[in-house]
């Protein structure tokens, strides 16, 4: 369980250093690229292309700017708190708090995964309130989060600075690039017991999106054990980054499971949204 009682929730700026961004360029600047087997930058089989790798680092490192990247994510209300979690101790938490205008509006908590962070949700926000090693290497984190971002997402047009941005985000956490894998190793570890449990049944009402281009795509008849749907929908197209690749969609998924007339309208006493 997770403990948030003793928590104060602390205004946070993101504001990396000149000496880190110097480092970063220094890495980039150092970087040795292997033979390219495919030089084509559309033939993805062998991950990400060498050529591809070659010219998203040079304009990491002479082009792109994180410092207006920086600018434009501290717009956005950021705050920390510690959450104390049993058995593993006390984590600092990153979170954004948006409200929206109307006082009793629908609070939504949005989680993000693995290559995820809060700027995957920042497009959404709108429409809902009107790390070889990546540990020391950026050029090793970009590859591997590129070829995710390419392979999970249904043909999504990304352009360099939103791809910099995304890994950016990573490198300079204040845990490190690979803090976020912790979550995937202690799941594996966990006794089989524990494991043999599967997931119990949800009770409360819960809506779910279908993409066709998630990591894995199963027939929509097998969540339905998982819990109580109310409300299910199957887009057409799509992936694993939804919130960013779809933004109206999904948004629209949320408005039609509160609005007035869905399946859970009312549900938070007080908080209807209108």
Request: charged share 20%; hydrophobic share 40%; net charge positive.
């Given at each position: 369980m997770a403990d948030i009682d003793?928590?104060?929730?602390k205004p946070f700026t993101i504001d990396i250093s000149s000496d880190k961004l110097d480092l970063l360029r220094q890495k980039l600047e150092l970087t040795a690229f292997p033979d390219a087997i495919l030089a084509n930058?559309?033939?993805?089989?062998?991950?990400?292309?060498?050529?591809?790798m070659r010219r998203l680092v040079e304009y990491w490192r002479n082009g792109f700017d994180w410092k207006a990247a920086e600018a434009r994510l501290n717009l956005l209300p950021q705050y920390t708190i510690a959450?104390?979690?049993?058995?593993?101790?006390?984590?600092?938490?990153?979170?954004?708090h948006v409200n929206k205008a109307a006082k009793n509006a629908i609070?939504?908590?949005?989680?993000h995964g693995w290559p995820g962070s809060f700027f995957e949700f920042t497009k959404i926000l709108g429409p809902l309130t009107n790390g070889d090693e990546p540990t020391f290497d950026p050029v090793g984190l970009l590859g591997w989060i590129l070829d995710k971002l390419q392979d999970w997402t249904d043909n999504y047009p990304w352009t360099d600075d939103e791809i910099l941005t995304w890994v950016s985000i990573y490198w300079f956490s204040t845990s490190g690039p690979?803090?976020?894998?912790?979550?995937?190793?202690?799941?594996?570890?966990?006794?089989?017991?524990?494991?043999?449990?599967?997931?119990?049944?949800?009770?409360?009402?819960?809506?779910?999106?279908h993409f066709p281009m998630d990591i894995n795509v199963s027939p929509v008849v097998w969540s339905r054990p998982m819990g109580n749907f109310v409300l299910e929908r199957v887009h057409t197209s799509g992936g694993h980054f939804a919130a960013w690749e779809k933004p109206d969609i999904l948004a629209g998924d949320l408005k039609d499971m509160f609005k007035k007339g869905g399946p859970v309208y009312g549900v938070v006493r007080g908080r209807d949204g209108y």
């Open positions: 003793a928590g104060i929730a930058e559309s033939d993805w089989a062998h991950g990400p292309p060498v050529p591809t959450i104390n979690v049993d058995g593993f101790g006390t984590f600092d938490v990153h979170y954004l609070p939504l908590l949005m989680v690979t803090a976020s894998l912790r979550l995937y190793y202690e799941s594996r570890r966990a006794p089989q017991e524990q494991k043999k449990k599967g997931f119990a049944w949800a009770k409360c009402p819960m809506g779910i999106s």
